[in-house]
């Protein structure tokens, strides 16, 4: 029988990874305070193409509703940096926040009081887009869809998002958003500077990226791989594909909302624009850029496009032109991306290999239980179950095995 052979560690990748955790951590030494913030911002948007990555580069799931997942977080945070903004600091003079004010609220509303405090907001920006994505994910892999229908519902909920937030401006700030946020502070007032806050980015980062390797190439990360290539035969095999679905499609919407909850006391302030379509299609085109299913391609494409961007404004305004032309050109000659470009050995996917077994069935069969996590907790489950119920008897008698049926028919002669 097939046995799986354990992913090694890739010494050249730590080695690269090592050298350029290095460099960064230098940056804010030896750059400005500009370019140390923006570089900051870049490795956040390269977060949130990971997370993509995990959905869409892995699992094949084609999602523009990161943005919505990333918004969320970054509400979350930008109530608690608005509502610890001292009284001498807001528009009025009083501890209600401006836009608040503006809208004739006299007090704060109750879903949004417990946002005052810190451990709370910084749940909040992990659980509350985990937990839409949790819902919105059940409804649509419990109802099989799949495909480009997924996409367009990814569609939909971001326009509907953004009419929403933008309608309540009383609660959201409208257009403009939640902007004049405190800075960030932690342990009873230790306020962040932006050096600290970059260091906090940057660790945050290198986690999610080391983090998501090692998912990826666990068994697990190769149920993913599956499901992208043959949805069906892994189904057959007595996986349910949509727990694994599910499963991916919050993980990675938590990872979002903490990159959203990280980017508001760096950028101070957030807005609705990010839950739109026009950036969740940057989400998109930094991973095809960068190459699905390489997790370091979209941080990599997220920090060049970005770096781009700031460069090109300064010319002309018409910057997306040119990434609308790199897009093409990738997609016409690099299908994987400009990771592609890379010597196999510098790619952070397919470090797994199986080792060839004498029988595919058997070998497809015996690694597909052993990739499946979630097997023994639903065996252990199913038998407590019928315990409770009284049905264990009844299913042991109806089992029938070739030894049984063999013992029948000697006896019947």
Same mark, same amino acid.
């Given at each position: ?7 090694? $560690? ?14 960064? &951590?230098?940056?804010?030494?030896? &750059? ?18 990971? #997370? ?12 523009? /509703? ?11 945070? @930008? ?7 001292? @009284? ?6 009083? %501890? ?24 709370? &907001? /910084? ?18 892999? +419990? ?14 909920? *971001? ?26 502070? !932690? ?7 932006? %050096? ?13 990226? @080391? ?5 990826? =190439?666990?068994?697990?990360? !190769? ?9 069906? +035969?892994?189904?057959? !095999? ?17 990872? *979002? ?10 950028? +101070? ?12 299609? =940057?989400? $998109?085109?930094?991973? /095809? ?21 700031? #460069?090109?404004?300064?010319?002309? =305004? ?34 797994? &290999? ?29 038998? $407590? ?6 049905? #264990? ?11 049984? /049926? ?8």
């Amino acid at each position: 029988m097939g046995r799986l052979r354990q992913s090694t $560690v890739p010494v050249k990748l730590l080695a690269i990874g090592g050298i350029a955790f290095l460099i960064l &951590a230098i940056l804010p030494f030896v &750059a400005g305070e500009f370019q140390s913030n923006l570089m900051a911002k870049l490795l956040l948007f390269g977060v949130l193409g990971v #997370s993509l990555d995990l959905v869409w580069g892995f699992t094949g799931i084609l999602s523009f /509703a990161h943005g919505v997942f990333f918004t969320l977080g970054g509400y979350a945070m @930008a109530y608690y940096l608005k509502l610890n903004l001292s @009284a001498s600091a807001n528009t009025y003079g009083g %501890t209600l926040p401006d836009f608040m004010v503006w809208n004739g609220l006299k007090e704060l509303p109750w879903f949004i009081a417990p946002l005052q405090f810190f451990p709370i &907001a /910084a749940i909040a920006m992990v659980a509350v887009p985990a937990a839409f994505a949790y819902i919105i994910g059940s409804f649509i892999f +419990r109802s099989k869809v799949s495909g480009v229908y997924i996409t367009i519902i990814t569609l939909a909920i *971001a326009s509907a998002l953004t009419t929403f937030f933008v309608s309540q401006q009383a609660y959201t700030g409208g257009t403009n958003g939640i902007t004049d946020v405190s800075r960030l502070t !932690l342990f009873g007032g230790l306020v962040i500077p932006p %050096t600290g806050l970059y260091f906090m980015i940057l660790i945050f980062a290198a986690f999610v990226l @080391a983090g998501s390797y090692w998912l990826t =190439q666990s068994n697990f990360g !190769l149920i993913l791989r599956s499901i992208k290539e043959n949805e069906k +035969r892994i189904s057959y !095999l007595g996986y349910d594909v949509a727990s694994f679905k599910i499963f991916i499609w919050t993980l990675s919407a938590g990872i *979002a909302g903490i990159a959203g909850g990280l980017f508001v006391p760096l950028n +101070r302030f957030i807005s609705p624009v990010y839950l739109g379509v026009a950036f969740g299609t =940057q989400v $998109v085109i930094w991973v /095809a850029v960068g190459g699905r299913g390489t997790l370091v391609g979209p941080l990599i494409a997220a920090i060049l496009l970005g770096q781009l961007q700031n #460069s090109v404004d300064r010319i002309t =305004q018409d910057w997306q032109l040119i990434v609308g032309i790199i897009l093409l050109v990738v997609v016409l000659f690099l299908p994987d991306g400009l990771m592609g470009l890379l010597p196999k050995q510098f790619k952070l996917a397919d470090q797994t &290999a199986l080792v060839p077994a004498s029988s595919s069935t058997t070998s497809g069969f015996v690694q597909a239980r052993v990739f499946d996590w979630f097997t023994p907790l639903q065996q252990a489950l199913r038998f $407590v179950g019928r315990s409770l119920t009284g049905g #264990s008897k009844a299913t042991r008698t109806s089992v029938d095995t070739p030894a049984r /049926a063999s013992k029948r028919r000697s006896k019947s002669k």
